[in-house]
């Protein structure tokens, strides 16, 4: 559990510091995003109703977190099984939506559940072990979510 906390420290650290620009960027009219060409259409049609910055900043978290997943090491992973993913991408969507962009729970109608909708889909609602194909399967999630953001 240490390891766990320990590394969404370092996750929340990295993300509030390679986020942070995205604070102090100018509001810009909302740019849509087409949901034909994103590899989650509800995610794009959901995320379409945000500021740029605000799409830049969970996409980033995304990415980060298709990272961090990958690259879990064998010896002593942090995400040993489905449930330990699904509490790191909740942990992580709260950092940026709340601790970086300071967003209010609601302000996107409809893009929590497209959110968690996704990642559902790809690596299903059961507690399962990790196994090499189901972390790669779980990376290339999160990198396609980033991709419809």
């Not at 509800?42 to 995320?47: L, M, Q, R, S």
């Not at 379409?48 to 605000?54: I, N, S, T």
């Amino acid at each position: 559990m240490k390891r766990y906390a320990a590394a969404i420290a370092v996750a929340v650290v990295y993300a509030g510091i390679r986020l942070a620009p995205a604070i102090h960027l100018p509001l810009h009219p909302v740019a849509p995003v087409s949901p034909v060409a994103a590899p989650f259409a509800d995610v794009a049609k959901a995320a379409g109703q945000l500021p740029e910055g605000e799409r830049a900043a969970i996409r980033d978290a995304y990415k980060v977190l298709g990272r961090a997943v990958r690259e879990d090491p064998d010896a002593d992973p942090v995400f040993v099984d489905t449930d330990s993913v699904r509490r790191a991408h909740r942990a992580a969507l709260l950092v940026v939506w709340k601790g970086v962009l300071g967003n209010k729970t609601g302000e996107a109608p409809g893009l929590r559940e497209a959110l968690e909708a996704a990642v559902v889909a790809r690596i299903g609602s059961d507690d399962i072990p990790m196994n090499p194909q189901l972390k790669a399967d779980t990376a290339k999630a999160f990198e396609d979510i980033a991709g419809s953001l």
